[in-house]
């Protein structure tokens, strides 16, 4: 018997309802301009919708209309539209966007997928999303989880989205042609997911074949963190994600076994990195590139859901650098951050100065709402027992006046906790070793990575450690357990 389609999309029309709505679906709802849709489709593309959503926001305040856009050049979009996937690529293609809307379709958003993949950055999925959202006209539009659901219900057997767009058109009832997208991607996102579907808890489970799919565990590490008291973080700067990745970063991974990882100086934007790192099974991942490539960036892998992901620190200054991704869960604020090298000479002192200001104000704001753990590389050692020489570096880079004066704004006058000294006083506990001199071995080293936690939330530090046995880069990772819950 084959596959019952009317039931199913009739069941999952109810259930997607609630879920959130597919950032193109919510752009055409709210604006009802083709050429918009057609804006929020390209920049969409191996994008997370909050990250689109962001980026059409920016981008629509500067150009709302093909004439507007005119106007802005490929650099200014690049900056306005970062960090959304292959921005640069997306730049380029916005900036010619006008001039083909004006030389073929006289300024106008053609309705047609011929017409449509004309045009730059436009393949056959834009297109046919563009006509189906935009212009509410009968075409499918064969995304990733389309293609992929279609086939685990065995609806279609084909290898590639365009297989499923020709097969679909086939045997899809017209009338569902439009809304299947919007529903798949909603249900894709939300309860269909990639990696360990959530069948348990899926409302057409007793029509789905689950062909080619290894359901979630109910009794999976991630439920039993979820009833136990207390969340394991971990905070690494890994010196580049790729050259981590063959050193043994999913052993520690692994074996670390946290309930969040936070990394920094990934050194890689997303589409550079296999999809066993982006989906690892059992996390989400929120990764925050530099735009200059090989260079800095965040990222963080969380096994539960956060209310909301903010990238950056609001600022034009600070966030072309990716390095900032603030978590926000029920009970606590995770930031996760990459602070600035003041670089050799103090040449970029001012700039790191700047930068520990605008985060503490931020640390500042969030701590009047619920609990604030900062962590990740602060670039500094704070006191004489953070480091293995204080003496020669008392002017250098990471323990110069003014980058120690922070800390104790932050430690002393703020009242945060830096959750390692109150578990260890003791010198000759670092986290990062400079790759000369054997330093690591001989451990001439400085601790510059930490977990800090706000004053208020003192008795839910439960222990801190550093991982110093780790190798893998050349700083180590260092972990906090902190209970659920307020203290
Ligand atoms: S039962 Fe599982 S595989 Fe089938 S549609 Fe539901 S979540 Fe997807």
Same mark, same amino acid.
């Given at each position: ?15 997607? #309802?609630?879920? !959130? ?9 709210? $604006? ?20 689109? #959503? ?10 709302? $209309? ?14 306005? +539209? ?15 966007? @006008? ?10 958003? *053609? ?53 499923? !767009? ?11 042609? +439009?809304?299947?997208?919007? /529903?798949?991607? =909603? ?27 290894? *359901?979630?565990?109910?009794?999976? $590490?991630?439920?039993?963190?979820? $009833? ?52 690892? %099974? ?7 590139? =530099? ?11 969380? &096994?539960?859901? @956060? ?32 602070? *600035?090298?003041?670089? %050799? ?38 006191? %004489? +027992? ?34 390692? &000294? ?21 451990? /001439? ?31 180590? %990772? ?10």
């Amino acid at each position: 018997m084959g596959f019952a389609i009317d039931e199913a999309v009739s069941r999952l029309k109810n259930e997607v #309802a609630g879920y !959130e709505v597919p950032v193109v679906d919510l752009i055409a709802a709210q $604006t009802r301009d083709p050429f918009k849709v057609l804006v929020a489709t390209i920049l969409s593309a191996r994008t997370r919708d909050e990250v689109t #959503a962001a980026a059409a926001r920016r981008l629509f305040k500067r150009a709302a $209309t093909p004439d507007e856009l005119a106007r802005l050049g490929a650099d200014e979009l690049e900056k306005i +539209i970062y960090p959304v996937g292959f921005f640069r690529n997306k730049a380029k293609y916005l900036a010619n966007l @006008p001039g083909v809307l004006a030389g073929k379709f006289g300024g106008r958003v *053609p309705d047609t997928i011929e017409e449509l993949v004309q045009l730059p950055g436009v393949g056959r999925k834009t297109a046919n999303l563009v006509v189906a959202v935009a212009f509410g006209k009968p075409a499918i539009c064969v995304d990733t989880h389309v293609h992929r659901i279609m086939n685990i219900w065995g609806y279609v057997r084909t290898k590639t989205p365009l297989e499923t !767009e020709k097969a679909l058109r086939n045997k899809l009832p017209e009338k569902y042609w +439009i809304e299947i997208n919007s /529903i798949l991607v =909603a249900f894709g996102q939300g309860t269909c997911t990639p990696r360990r579907p959530g069948c348990d808890a899926c409302v057409i489970s007793d029509l789905c074949p689950q062909l080619g799919v290894t *359901p979630r565990k109910t009794a999976s $590490t991630r439920m039993a963190a979820a $009833t136990s008291d207390t969340l394991f973080l971990v905070s690494w700067n890994v010196n580049g994600l790729r050259a981590a990745l063959k050193k043994g970063f999913f052993d520690t991974f692994h074996e670390l076994d946290a309930d969040i990882f936070a990394l920094q100086e990934t050194k890689a934007l997303p589409d550079q990195l296999p999809d066993t790192v982006i989906n690892i %099974p059992g996390y989400r991942s929120y990764w925050y590139p =530099a735009r200059k490539k090989g260079y800095s960036g965040t990222a963080v892998f969380s &096994r539960h859901e @956060p209310l909301q992901v903010v990238y950056g620190l609001d600022s034009e200054e600070f966030d072309s650098e990716g390095r900032v991704i603030t978590l926000e869960f029920d009970d606590f604020y995770l930031i996760n951050a990459y602070f *600035p090298n003041a670089q %050799p000479g103090l040449k970029r002192l001012d700039y790191k100065l700047r930068f520990n200001r605008a985060m503490l104000a931020c640390m500042e704001r969030l701590a009047k709402k619920k609990s604030v753990i900062l962590c990740g590389d602060l670039n500094v050692a704070h006191r %004489p +027992i953070d480091l293995a020489n204080p003496g020669a570096n008392e002017k250098n880079p990471g323990y110069s006046p003014g980058e120690r004066a922070w800390m104790d704004e932050v430690v002393d006058a703020a009242g945060y906790y830096d959750t390692f &000294r109150l578990f260890n006083q003791e010198p000759g506990h670092y986290s990062w070793w400079s790759y000369r001199f054997n330093a690591r071995a001989k451990n /001439i080293g400085w601790r510059i990575d930490y977990f800090l936690v706000d004053p208020a939330s003192r008795d839910r530090i439960r222990a801190a450690a550093i991982h110093d046995d780790i190798p893998g880069s050349d700083h180590c %990772p260092v972990s906090l357990t902190f209970s659920r819950g307020p203290a």
